[in-house]
């Protein structure tokens, strides 16, 4: 592992597939040009708006943004992750998929997001996520780059679950990715606080793609999309507009805290 700068994209993404990959591709050029070798996009990168819509068109929104996804990591020399854009099952429902890719365009892995956000919430905002998605059944994986670290992926609501980032550490996972499309209500109380604690928990960078501001009806995120180091500081924060979040991810710093707290040597269970 080598010490590279990264950077967690935060988007507006609309009911829009062209105008999502469009949006995409300005932020992803903009991450190269300030130097980042992984970048990642959010949750819904591709597509955000109503279930019913989202679950006729998967097929077209899963084929155009894989090819998607190849085509800009092999142009820029990159590994980029899209976050979570909708594949279909046999089930009518579709799977949230979270998709690394490495510089070649190559798929390095892949998810299935395991935890789905139905939830009700006191601003009378519902989500039914299972409604029209088919959990995932097995752990994320860990892709292990010789320079950029372990990657372990995670989406959204899975940040809610340690014992989901305590497996891949295990794995030896040592930046976690966490892309969301976090809402606007929760966001301002937890966003910041659960990345913290995955981070300080597990001695890892965590890397927050996000979503922003008004996607459609009432559909609105909190953005925030951070970098985070294992000691738990805020090394990058993408405020509440579209950008990126930029940081360095220090194989040094990670062996310092590692050591100066080494509770994963210090586990019971």
């Given at each position: 592992m ?23 591709e ?14 990642g ?7 955000l ?37 909708p ?152 405020g ?30």
């Amino acid at each position: 592992m080598k010490s590279y700068l990264a950077a967690a994209v935060q988007m507006t993404s609309l009911p829009d597939l062209t105008k999502n990959l469009a949006q995409a591709e300005e932020l992803i050029e903009l991450g190269v040009r300030r130097g980042a070798e992984l970048i990642g996009l959010p949750e819904n990168f591709s597509f955000l708006g109503d279930d019913t819509v989202k679950v006729a068109q998967a097929t077209e929104i899963a084929s155009q943004t894989e090819q998607f996804l190849r085509r800009m990591a092999q142009r820029f020399q990159i590994t980029l992750l899209g976050g979570g854009y909708p594949v279909p099952t046999a089930t009518g429902k579709v799977y949230n998929t979270a998709l690394l890719v490495g510089p070649n365009g190559q798929e390095l892995a892949r998810y299935q997001k395991v935890h789905l956000f139905d939830v009700d919430l006191p601003d009378g905002n519902i989500y039914h996520e299972s409604g029209t998605v088919l959990a995932g059944s097995t752990l994320p994986p860990v892709y292990a780059s010789p320079t950029l670290g372990n990657i372990g992926l995670s989406v959204c609501y899975d940040v809610r679950f340690p014992e989901l980032y305590r497996a891949l550490v295990k794995a030896g996972a040592n930046v976690l990715f966490v892309p969301a499309a976090f809402t606007a209500f929760t966001g301002k109380d937890h966003w910041q606080v659960l990345l913290q604690a995955r981070a300080i928990e597990n001695t890892a960078y965590v890397l927050a793609p996000a979503q922003t501001g008004q996607h459609y009806a009432r559909r609105q995120t909190h953005g925030h999309a951070m970098i985070v180091d294992p000691w738990g500081t805020i090394l990058a924060d993408a405020g509440d507009r579209p950008g990126l979040a930029v940081a360095a991810i220090e194989p040094l710093r990670l062996e310092q805290v590692r050591q100066q707290m080494p509770c994963l040597q210090h586990r019971v269970f």
